[in-house]
């Protein structure tokens, strides 16, 4: 499964012409709650973070499997993410980035 989320429709479409399996536009839907839905309860296996905001670094996290990857594209932590910093290191997740 390949699970593109973004807020813009024509992002969702180009996304399953190239191979995603599922779209979810998150102004329409809670991004987390849908990929739960589409992955039985568990989380992505891999969830790629792309867009570098607090909220979307936060719903990637919540969005994984507990045994998943989070993938930074930035790779830093904007102003204000602290907390979900610690919670990522507390609970024992592989966090990945550039630096």
């Not at 813009?8 to 998150?26: F, I, P, Q, Y």
């Not at 809670?30 to 936060?58: C, M, N, Q, S, W």
């Not at 996290?61 to 507990?66: E, M, S, V």
Request: aromatic share 8%; with cysteine; glycine share 12%.
């Amino acid at each position: 499964r390949i699970i593109a989320v973004d807020i813009d429709d024509r992002k969702l479409a180009k996304a399953e012409s190239v191979g995603a399996t599922h779209t979810v536009n998150s102004k329409a839907v809670d991004p987390v709650a849908a990929i739960r839905e589409l992955t039985g309860g568990f989380g992505a296996d891999v969830v790629i973070e792309a867009v570098g905001r607090p909220e979307t670094y936060k719903q990637a996290f919540y969005a994984r499997d507990l045994a998943g990857t989070v993938v930074l594209g930035d790779g830093r932590p904007p102003p204000g993410t602290s907390r979900c910093w610690w919670i990522c290191i507390s609970r024992g997740v592989w966090i990945w980035g550039r630096s």
